[in-house]
Nanobody, 123 residues
Framework: QVELVESGGGLVQIGDSVRLSCAAS????????MGWFRQAPGKEREFVAG????????YYADSVKGRFTVSRDKNKNTMYLQMNSLKPEDTAVYYC????????????????WGQGTQVTVSS
């Protein structure tokens, strides 16, 4: 059974940093594009950051550029999202996703999704 499990969320203060992890099991995603999305209450799910299958390409939503960094450890089948200078508007459930087709270029097609981890930024 393929699973993506997010961890690292929680309640933080404005300006804090948090690192989210997305651990995959059941199959290797080491050569698949992966991404982070988030959904705030009452809003649609939105793209946050993505990393290409090779790891060389990294993509960000304008709202997080310069503050968030996506990375991956292929050996651990895990993706990370380092979030710095957190703002109240970053409050959301964060989901990771993975493309089912290895070596696919842009745009990826995310077929696998995790259950999400809550990040709450409080003042």
């Amino acid at each position: 059974q393929v699973e993506l499990v997010e961890s690292g969320g929680g309640l933080v203060q404005i300006g804090d940093s948090v690192r989210l992890s997305c651990a995959a099991s059941g199959r290797s995603f080491s050569n698949s594009a992966m991404g982070w999305f988030r959904q705030a209450p009452g809003k649609e799910r939105e793209f946050v950051a993505g990393v290409s299958w090779s790891g060389d390409g990294r993509y960000y939503a304008d709202s997080v550029k310069g503050r968030f960094t996506v990375s991956r450890d292929k050996n651990k089948n895990t993706m990370y999202l380092q979030m710095n200078s957190l703002k109240p508007e970053d409050t959301a459930v964060y989901y990771c996703a993975a493309d089912s087709i290895p070596f696919r270029g842009r745009p990826p097609s995310y077929a696998y999704w995790g259950q999400g981890t809550q990040v709450t930024v409080s003042s």
